[in-house]
Nanobody, 119 residues
Framework: QVQLVESGGGSVQAGGSLRLSCAAS?????MGWFRQAPGKEREGVAA???????RYVDSAKGRFTISRDNAKNTLSLQMNSLTPEDTAMYYC????????????????WGQGTQVTVSS
């Protein structure tokens, strides 16, 4: 099995920045970040394949950047210009799908890290 561990969550003011990290126990072709706010369904935020190809949900484009270090099996999400609508539990996930997008069947999940943005 694959273990994923997130870190970097916290509380910030609107307009601020936060960088999330994820450490994976093994290499995974497709990795992504998802989030879930109270009372809402889980939403895919960004995905990246082994070669650096990326996908973003519209609300994250221009503000968030997903990246990975294949040598270290780590994944990051740089979040800028945060708003209260970004408040959610953020999860790191992995998939072996040939097409690495937010509709892929992610089989591996981390425990989550909380992001809270206040106004």
């Amino acid at each position: 099995q694959v273990q994923l561990v997130e870190s970097g969550g916290g509380s910030v003011q609107a307009g601020g920045s936060l960088r999330l990290s994820c450490a994976a126990s093994r290499s995974i072709y497709c990795m992504g970040w998802f989030r879930q706010a109270p009372g809402k369904e889980r939403e895919g935020v960004a995905a990246i394949d082994r070669y650096g190809g990326t996908r973003y949900v519209d609300s994250a484009k221009g503000r968030f950047t997903i990246s990975r270090d294949n040598a270290k099996n780590t994944l990051s999400l740089q979040m800028n210009s945060l708003t209260p609508e970004d408040t959610a539990m953020y999860y790191c996930a992995g998939a072996y799908a040939g097409t690495c997008d937010l509709a892929a069947l992610f089989a591996y999940w981390g425990q989550g890290t909380q992001v809270t943005v206040s106004s």
